[in-house]
Each structure stands twice: as C-alpha cells, then as structure tokens.
C-alpha cells in the first residue's frame, strides 16, 4: 500500500527553527508537496520537490531525498502565525496526490 | 475575489437526507477536485474533473455524485446521507490534470457537514 508519515504534533519556542519530517512508500514518484493549513481553513501550497536537495524560500525550506523516501520542511525564524498543520504529499505514478494526516505545529512565545 | 468558493461552509442535517455542496473557482483552471478531509485529518479525492472526464476514487460510494454544469462549477451531491460522512469537504482547481510542474492545487475554505 502507499502511505505517507508525519508526527502528528510538534511543539516548538517563537523565534526558533523546527523541522518537520516526512517519510513515504508510494508506487512511482513525481514529486513532493508541503501545504499550510491553519485550523478551519484551506490547506495552501508551500514547496515543490522533485529532485533531491533543498528548494529555500524565505523562512521555509523544503529537502528531499528520493533514495531514502523521505523529506523535510525546515521553518526558521518562527512566528505565532506559523500555528498550523503541515501536510506532505506524494504524487505517485499516476499523478495522484497521497497525502499525510499532517503535523499540528505549535508555537509558544 | 476568492480564487475558489463553496457553501454552504457549514451544514448540519438529518441521516436519509439529500444535500448538495457548490464550488466555483474564478481562476480559468481546467481541473477540479473534491477531496474528503476526516477527523483524523487526511485528505482523501474522492473526484477530479478534467474537460468533461470524470475521474473517480473507487472507494467513493455512489452516493456521492459529482455535477459539472462548466468548467468552472463543480457541485457535489450527497444521497442518503449516514454519520460516517460527516466531515470536512473541500473543492479544489489546478491549472489542468497533471499539476507536476508546480503541484499547485487551490482550496476553497471547505464545508464541515455533519449528519445527526
């Protein structure tokens, strides 16, 4: 079967860095996805990655690692705004998107 | 203007009942989804809709229907409602089928529907 994992909660200090992992078993690879969703709203799009190495952009930074199934997203400089989930998401050899349950960051002053 | 829009966003009503969720998207995209997001939080597609190509999770029951009146609606029809489809149903569009080079997909602000 595919499936994508993530820790379901992270705590993490204003002002720090935190890194979210993501590892995943799908059937093909085209790709890699972090969304954003804060709570009540719609996910929306973070990175891209498709081949390995860091993609930056701002504060977030995405990694990926096709050999070893496994990414992160690195936030630095963080801010109570960045209270949220962040979904990994997998397009496999069909171009459909499997996507993990998330990970519930928390942010504390 | 909002990129992708649906309503109800809430919706509360009885098991047996028929109800009808809508999504326009504003942005000239050629595909539409609808993703099912439970309480344990994944995202699962349950339609995407592509030129008139409906593509279906086979998992779906057919309860669920989905309605292309144009590209740009893509409306989500409910029959015979149970408690297990309580959720939180979210539309989204991207650019066309294959969203590889920017796996971009837009979200409208999603439907929390629960059945009693």
């Known amino acids: 079967g595919q499936n994508i994992d993530q820790p379901t909660e992270m705590t993490a200090t204003e002002g720090a860095i935190v890194q979210i992992n993501c590892t995943y078993q799908?059937?093909?690879?085209?790709?890699l996805f972090w969304y954003q969703q804060h709570a009540g709203e719609a996910p929306t799009f973070l990175s891209y990655?498709?081949l390995d190495g860091l993609e930056e952009k701002g504060r977030f930074s995405s990694f990926l690692s096709r050999s070893k199934g496994y990414s992160y997203l690195l936030l630095k400089e963080l801010q109570m705004k960045d209270s949220a989930s962040y979904l990994c998401a997998v397009m496999d050899s069909n171009y459909q998107l499997i996507w993990g349950a998330g990970t519930k960051l928390i942010i504390k002053p | 203007d909002t990129a992708v829009s649906q309503t109800p966003k809430y919706l509360v009503t009885q098991m047996g009942n028929d109800k009808s969720i809508k999504c326009e998207q504003n942005?000239?995209?050629?595909?539409m989804y609808w993703y099912k997001q439970d309480s344990k939080k994944f995202l699962k597609i349950m339609f995407s809709y592509n030129n008139k190509e409906l593509i279906i999770n086979e998992t779906v029951p057919n309860r669920f229907s989905p309605k292309s009146p144009d590209k740009a609606h893509l409306n989500l029809h409910i029959n015979s409602l149970e408690l297990g489809d309580s959720a939180v149903y979210f539309c989204a569009s991207s650019q066309d089928l294959v969203t590889v080079n920017t796996g971009e997909l837009f979200f409208g602000e999603g439907s929390r529907l629960t059945v009693l």
């Open positions: 942005l000239g995209h050629d595909t």
């Open positions: 990655n498709v």
């Open positions: 799908t059937s093909g690879f085209n790709g």
